[in-house]
């Protein structure tokens, strides 16, 4: 057997190693459903393992980085979300199973084995947030763009970090409200699956969210422009976490969409950012 073959091989045992152990901690945490497909899927991945051990030897220790990485994902998108990337790292696998197919026998069987994991895998994914996340790409695209550049505004032109994140607050809820009248308004009017009450719901819920992350640094940090720093920083870490999340559930990528929004919000901030200079200047506001 040649060397690129081993090392495939390895990689495919050590991802098999840890997937048995990410299986079986999402099955302790389903449903009855979906916990005996789970806990099937997780000895299936444990056998493919001892398998690759006959290649290699020996039985390598799970990655702990990844299994951490896979339960925190769990624990802020929900059991849904983590089938969603397992079941994109099942394709994956299937394409390094049938390269290999000619020099390893067993290659083809735990390739048949894969794809029927995929399968299960896609019947599980019912998940009523991903029917409604149009609505949260709503709430939280509008909140970052619209906040982003309101707080920029008035970081200059008010000056003061409690009167600028009361004035955001005031400004957030009211836009909160209006966004999400808005869309059950919208769903109302077009006839289809999504429930008009449970649209506005997620929407507000989304936009909400966005606001008060927006606004955490303005409640502790006393200087304006050093809040604004944190502010962006906030806004940064949540388009990239949402963007996370749509990309997985959408299947579509992440570095274009994550680099769309950042530009966006942040353009937005920075011209509003120059408003609210303009503004105390052509005013002669000073607080």
């Avoid at 895998?121 to 790409?137: F, P, Q, T």
């Amino acid at each position: 057997m040649n060397k690129d073959v081993l090392e495939t091989i390895k990689t495919m045992q050590l991802n098999e190693v840890t997937e048995h152990v990410i299986y079986a901690h999402m099955a302790r945490h389903a449903g009855k459903e979906n916990a005996s497909v789970l806990a099937k899927i997780s000895a299936e991945e444990g056998r493919h393992a001892e398998i690759w051990s006959r290649y290699t030897g020996c039985m390598p220790k799970p990655n702990g980085l990844k299994i951490l990485f896979y339960r925190i994902c769990g624990l802020l998108f929900g059991l849904t979300f983590v089938i969603n990337l397992m079941e994109t790292g099942e394709e994956k696998a299937q394409v390094e199973y049938a390269r290999i197919a000619e020099d390893v026998p067993e290659a083809l069987k735990i390739y048949a084995e894969e794809e029927e994991h995929e399968r299960e895998l896609i019947a599980m994914v019912d998940d009523e947030r991903l029917k409604y996340i149009s609505s949260m790409v709503l709430g939280i695209n509008d909140a970052l763009v619209e906040l982003t550049g309101a707080l920029a505004g008035f970081t200059f032109a008010l000056g003061n970090s409690t009167v600028i994140c009361m004035a955001g607050f005031i400004t957030g809820s009211a836009a909160t409200l209006s966004m999400a009248a808005s869309e059950y308004l919208a769903k109302k009017n077009d006839p289809g699956e999504h429930h008009p009450l449970k649209a506005a719901v997620y929407t507000g819920i989304a936009y909400m969210f966005a606001v008060c992350m927006l606004l955490v640094p303005y409640a502790f940090i006393s200087s304006p422009l050093a809040a604004l720093a944190g502010c962006l920083v906030n806004a940064a870490i949540v388009i990239m976490l949402f963007t996370f999340y749509v990309s997985v559930v959408r299947k579509e990528p992440f570095t274009p969409a994550f680099r769309e929004m950042i530009c966006i919000s942040f353009g937005v901030a920075a011209l509003s950012f120059l408003i609210g200079w303009g503004a105390q200047k052509v005013l002669g506001i000073s607080m």
